[in-house]
């Protein structure tokens, strides 16, 4: 990645990666910095880390077989999607 500012595209494509703390630094203050200037990527972020709230907070067992795989497929899908 350039080092441009980063557009909000850019932002819901790096979410997983900073929330799990593994931008590259340059990176990660850029994804900061675009979060001090953006209302709309920040609702964002809250929503995304509410998901992962509730979710977490599902116990496993209660979840039915395919549900559980179209999450899981979902998730994969937003990590492997190709810049």
């Known amino acids: 990645m350039s080092g441009d500012e980063i557009v909000c595209e850019q932002l819901v494509e790096l979410v997983t990666d900073y ?4 931008l590259a630094p340059d ?3 850029r994804f900061d910095a675009h979060l ?5 990527c920040v609702s ?5 880390r509410s998901t992962i ?8 067992d209660e979840l ?3 549900f559980r795989e179209r999450l899981l497929d979902t998730f ?3 990590t492997s ?3």
């Open 64 to 66: 039915d077989d395919g």
């Open 19 to 22: 929330l799990d703390g593994s």
């Open 27 to 29: 990176v990660a203050a």
């Open 36 to 40: 001090l200037e953006c209302d709309g």
């Open 76 to 78: 994969r899908g937003w």
């Open 44 to 48: 964002y972020l809250e929503q995304f």
């Open 53 to 60: 709230s509730t979710l977490g907070r599902v116990p496993s």
């Open 81 to 83: 999607t190709p810049e």
